[in-house]
């Protein structure tokens, strides 16, 4: 169904659609995709072959694995000419490919509605949806290289197209609205990609009003269970991305901005703290919360307990074959991830923000790319876990990090980073996935930062978790290798003569 939005998004010419896969990716190579030519041309395909579900898998599979199979040169002009139209062009194909996700959402809602939206129909929308964004923030990057885009805005959903693609002719915001985002740690992106079919987006906060008729944002963070903070404040932040939802019923909206106050403040009130975080991501726990979990109870209570968030849930069930989910205390296999919100059929996307810049003056990637690139190596992490039976080595020095972490917290520190009730295996498993990820980090944000010099785009998501994979596998034949001390599988082990 939605992989028309690919053949959409990047769609492949016509001329190119042989039988062989490997002759028509061979020729994709040699002649790259015209982001111009094809998505406009193929804009008004998309009404009649979205209607089609039982068609939707087999589409949308066959268009992404063919164009994952490709490398970014691919995706960008090569001769003067299509660059100089790209460059023209390109903000125009950027409101295309935005009207696209649009018109599949639209789609996708007519398909709940008539009860034809199988899971695995949805499951490749999600994955469509995510590439799309991934090829509009490539497309995005190249034209801020060539100086196409210059209008940068710090605020939360502030600034110009494309730093922010709008729905609606003015942003508003409505008590009850919610802000889909997607962090800048690590833990973040294990939460995005937690599910069977991986997501971008990490935390969900909804649009409250106090107890003096004051916005307020209202949200449950990992290191202070629930927070309140004043609208305006909260949206002088930096993130990578954030998606504005609004709910069709305004009156049932506007109660759980209310009833989100409510809860978070009734308990500060009674308690002196904030309700603390969930790590388990279970509804059925009353005395921890998580941010998906804050959202759908204040959209409980606003419709009588009539309004169940989300329409479909997030499955797990990619992790049954590791202790990874069990040591990170999450028991179901079915969870509100907040990410699902996005594929609700009852929210309307209103617009969508991009920060441009770089998080803090010393780094020397934008943040937007540096989030890219830490979702290739979260996902590698993933991968190597279900796919190659790797798994997190239990050494002394991990537990005694763990344990300093802590008493430290314990004693005053990491308030930014913890709280004292965090699970010790889920501390123990963040801070072994973290250090980890800053391995693969130090290896492959060099490699990437010098082809983005060279070729001034980056690579390709498949490219960057080859490029991982190669280091993992190198780092297999080395018996001292600080990776392995941290992740190994039992073959890496026996090569190095060490048990496991």
């Given at each position: 169904?939605?992989?028309?939005?690919?053949?959409?998004?990047?769609?492949?010419?016509?001329?190119?659609?042989?039988?062989?896969?490997?002759?028509?990716?061979?020729?994709?190579?040699?002649?790259?995709?015209?982001?111009?030519?094809?998505?406009?041309k193929s804009i008004n395909q998309i009404d009649s072959n979205l209607k089609a579900p039982d068609k939707c898998v087999e589409f949308?599979?066959?268009?992404?694995?063919?164009?994952?199979?490709?490398?970014?040169?691919?995706?960008?002009?090569?001769?003067?000419?299509?660059?100089?139209?790209?460059?023209?062009?390109?903000?125009?194909?950027?409101?295309?490919?935005?009207?696209?996700?649009?018109?599949?959402?639209?789609?996708?809602?007519?398909?709940?509605?008539?009860?034809?939206?199988?899971?695995?129909?949805?499951?490749?929308?999600?994955?469509?949806?995510?590439?799309?964004?991934?090829?509009?923030?490539?497309?995005?990057?190249?034209?801020?290289?060539?100086?196409?885009?210059?209008?940068?805005?710090?605020?939360?959903?502030?600034?110009?197209?494309?730093?922010?693609?709008?729905?609606?002719?003015?942003?508003?915001?409505?008590?009850?609205?919610?802000?889909?985002?997607?962090?800048?740690?690590?833990?973040?992106?294990?939460?995005?990609?937690?599910?069977?079919?991986?997501?971008?987006?990490?935390?969900?906060?909804?649009?409250?009003?106090?107890?003096?008729?004051?916005?307020?944002?209202?949200?449950?963070?990992?290191?202070?269970?629930?927070?309140?903070?004043?609208?305006?404040?909260?949206?002088?932040?930096?993130?990578?991305?954030?998606?504005?939802?609004?709910?069709?019923?305004?009156?049932?909206?506007?109660?759980?901005?209310?009833?989100?106050?409510?809860?978070?403040?009734?308990?500060?009130?009674?308690?002196?703290?904030?309700?603390?975080?969930?790590?388990?991501?279970?509804?059925?726990?009353?005395?921890?919360?998580?941010?998906?979990?804050?959202?759908?109870?204040?959209?409980?209570?606003?419709?009588?307990?009539?309004?169940?968030?989300?329409?479909?849930?997030?499955?797990?069930?990619?992790?049954?074959?590791?202790?990874?989910?069990?040591?990170?205390?999450?028991?179901?296999?079915?969870?509100?991830?907040?990410?699902?919100?996005?594929?609700?059929?009852?929210?309307?996307?209103?617009?969508?923000?991009?920060?441009?810049?770089?998080?803090?003056?010393?780094?020397?990637?934008?943040?937007?790319?540096?989030?890219?690139?830490?979702?290739?190596?979260?996902?590698?992490?993933?991968?190597?876990?279900?796919?190659?039976?790797?798994?997190f080595v239990d050494s002394l020095k991990i537990n005694t990090k763990t344990v300093l972490a802590k008493a430290f917290r314990y004693?005053?520190?990491?308030?930014?980073?913890?709280?004292?009730?965090?699970?010790?295996?889920?501390?123990?498993?963040?801070?072994?996935?973290?250090?980890?990820?800053?391995?693969?980090?130090?290896?492959?944000?060099?490699?990437?930062?010098?082809?983005?010099?060279?070729?001034?785009?980056?690579?390709?998501?498949?490219?960057?978790?080859?490029?991982?994979?190669?280091?993992?596998?190198?780092?297999?034949?080395?018996?001292?290798?600080?990776?392995?001390?941290?992740?190994?599988?039992?073959?890496?082990?026996?090569?190095?003569?060490?048990?496991?």
């Amino acid at each position: 169904m939605k992989l028309l939005l690919i053949s959409i998004l990047l769609s492949v010419p016509t001329v190119l659609l042989a039988n062989d896969s490997q002759t028509e990716i061979n020729l994709m190579i040699l002649k790259p995709l015209n982001f111009v030519n094809e998505v406009a041309k193929s804009i008004n395909q998309i009404d009649s072959n979205l209607k089609a579900p039982d068609k939707c898998v087999e589409f949308i599979s066959d268009k992404l694995d063919k164009i994952d199979r490709l490398k970014s040169d691919s995706f960008f002009p090569q001769t003067e000419k299509e660059i100089a139209e790209l460059e023209e062009k390109g903000s125009e194909t950027l409101k295309l490919l935005f009207h696209v996700q649009l018109m599949v959402r639209k789609k996708q809602k007519e398909l709940s509605q008539q009860g034809k939206l199988s899971f695995d129909c949805l499951q490749n929308i999600k994955r469509s949806t995510r590439y799309v964004r991934f090829m509009e923030d490539m497309l995005i990057e190249w034209l801020i290289e060539r100086k196409k885009v210059t209008q940068f805005s710090n605020d939360i959903l502030s600034g110009e197209f494309p730093q922010l693609m709008k729905n609606v002719d003015k942003i508003d915001f409505q008590i009850g609205d919610l802000f889909l985002i997607r962090g800048k740690s690590y833990v973040s992106g294990m939460i995005a990609r937690i599910g069977d079919t991986e997501l971008q987006f990490s935390h969900l906060a909804i649009l409250g009003l106090n107890d003096k008729n004051e916005k307020v944002i209202v949200e449950a963070l990992i290191p202070y269970g629930t927070k309140i903070s004043p609208f305006e404040t909260w949206l002088k932040q930096k993130e990578a991305r954030v998606v504005h939802f609004r709910f069709h019923d305004a009156d049932t909206a506007s109660k759980a901005g209310r009833a989100a106050f409510d809860l978070a403040n009734s308990f500060i009130s009674k308690h002196g703290y904030n309700i603390p975080y969930d790590f388990k991501m279970s509804s059925l726990d009353a005395d921890t919360i998580f941010c998906a979990e804050l959202i759908e109870n204040a959209y409980l209570t606003a419709s009588n307990s009539k309004m169940l968030l989300p329409e479909n849930k997030s499955m797990t069930t990619k992790f049954k074959s590791t202790p990874f989910l069990k040591n990170m205390g999450i028991e179901s296999t079915e969870i509100f991830a907040p990410g699902d919100i996005e594929f609700d059929s009852r929210f309307d996307l209103l617009s969508e923000y991009r920060y441009f810049g770089k998080y803090e003056e010393s780094d020397t990637i934008p943040l937007l790319r540096k989030i890219r690139m830490q979702d290739a190596i979260i996902q590698s992490i993933y991968n190597w876990t279900i796919v190659d039976n790797y798994q997190f080595v239990d050494s002394l020095k991990i537990n005694t990090k763990t344990v300093l972490a802590k008493a430290f917290r314990y004693i005053g520190f990491l308030k930014d980073r913890m709280p004292t009730h965090m699970p010790y295996s889920s501390l123990k498993t963040v801070i072994q996935f973290e250090d980890t990820s800053h391995i693969l980090e130090a290896y492959l944000f060099p490699i990437e930062e010098s082809f983005y010099s060279q070729k001034k785009h980056s690579l390709h998501f498949q490219e960057m978790l080859k490029v991982l994979k190669d280091f993992r596998n190198a780092e297999c034949e080395k018996p001292d290798s600080e990776f392995n001390n941290l992740m190994t599988t039992k073959a890496c082990f026996r090569k190095v003569g060490r048990d496991i």
